[in-house]
């Protein structure tokens, strides 16, 4: 049985924008990369997004923060990661203890990023297989 590749999408939301750099390094390995520039944005992107999608959040947004993004996307059962400079302990548990699914600390390189996320999405592809051989 031949399996459609569903696409995997990454959400970034925060007033700085994705260089293009890192689109083209997503791209090579199949990831389409969105920029949304407030909590809203990001809901309107998230409700149009096939596939896999995981969103990277600066801590700080123009509508809020990245609490209020976990709060209004957390029924859609969407790993989202921190991106933050700061990498204080408080922040660390704060930020798991709310249901971030983990942390990323700048600077960090677009290869080592993009590799990253193509491991990520590959645990989610994995973790659907399985649920879904179950019902088979």
């Not at 959040?57 to 700061?86: C, F, H, M, Q, Y």
Request: charged share 25%.
């Amino acid at each position: 049985m031949h399996r459609e590749q569903a696409a995997n999408t990454v959400v970034m939301v925060g007033a700085t924008k994705p260089d293009l750099h890192l689109q083209r390094q997503m791209e090579t390995r199949g990831i389409i990369l969105r920029w949304a520039r407030t909590i809203e944005e990001a809901a309107v992107l998230l409700r149009s997004a096939l596939g896999r999608t995981i969103v990277i959040t600066e801590p700080a947004l123009k509508d809020g923060n990245w609490r209020d993004l976990l709060e209004r996307i957390r029924r859609a059962s969407i790993p989202v990661l921190l991106k933050t400079s700061s990498s204080t302990a408080e922040l660390w548990w704060d930020a798991l203890e709310c249901g971030i699914e983990d942390i990323l600390v700048a600077p960090f390189s677009t290869p080592g990023l993009c590799e990253y996320l193509a491991k990520q999405f590959a645990t989610q592809e994995a973790g659907n297989q399985k649920s879904g051989s179950e019902y088979e």
